[in-house]
């Protein structure tokens, strides 16, 4: 080995290590992880936290809205019951989410928006 070989290797082993590369640091904060092929995983933040929260909530809220017609046939004959009378059953079951937002909607102009957020 030649004297430029072993300075382009110390040289390439001194870049490596300011420079590692991007599969072994953890998403950008230069810290190397623990398994070399997985950047290193950290908690979210309370807003990452939240937002997972409420896109959690949005996902079950449009769920159990459409499971009901999916259903339509099992619960008609599980209970005994007719189309209509199943419809019925179905428009008692939305009626709050008619009524909710009216009676929202005025508590808002009352009370004002903040004070109406802060109790739901």
């Known amino acids: 080995m ?5 300075a382009a290797k110390a040289s390439s082993a ?3 290590e300011q420079n590692p590369p991007a599969a072994e640091t953890s998403l950008g904060t230069g810290k ?14 309370w807003r990452a936290s939240l937002a997972i929260l409420v896109c959690w909530c949005c996902f079950v809220n449009h769920y159990t ?3 009901m017609g999916a259903l339509e046939l099992e619960i008609e004959e599980d209970i005994d019951i007719s189309a209509t ?8 079951y939305f009626l ?17 928006a903040v004070r109406v957020l802060a109790l739901s």
Do not use: F
């Open 2 to 6: 030649t004297a430029a070989d072993g």
């Open 14 to 16: 001194a870049w490596e």
């Open 32 to 45: 190397r992880s623990s398994i070399w092929w997985a950047p290193a995983l950290r908690m979210p933040s």
């Open 65 to 67: 809205r459409d499971v």
């Open 85 to 92: 009378q199943y419809q019925a059953l179905n428009s008692v």
């Open 96 to 112: 709050p989410n008619v009524l909710g937002p009216l009676a929202a909607g005025a508590l808002a102009e009352r009370l004002g």
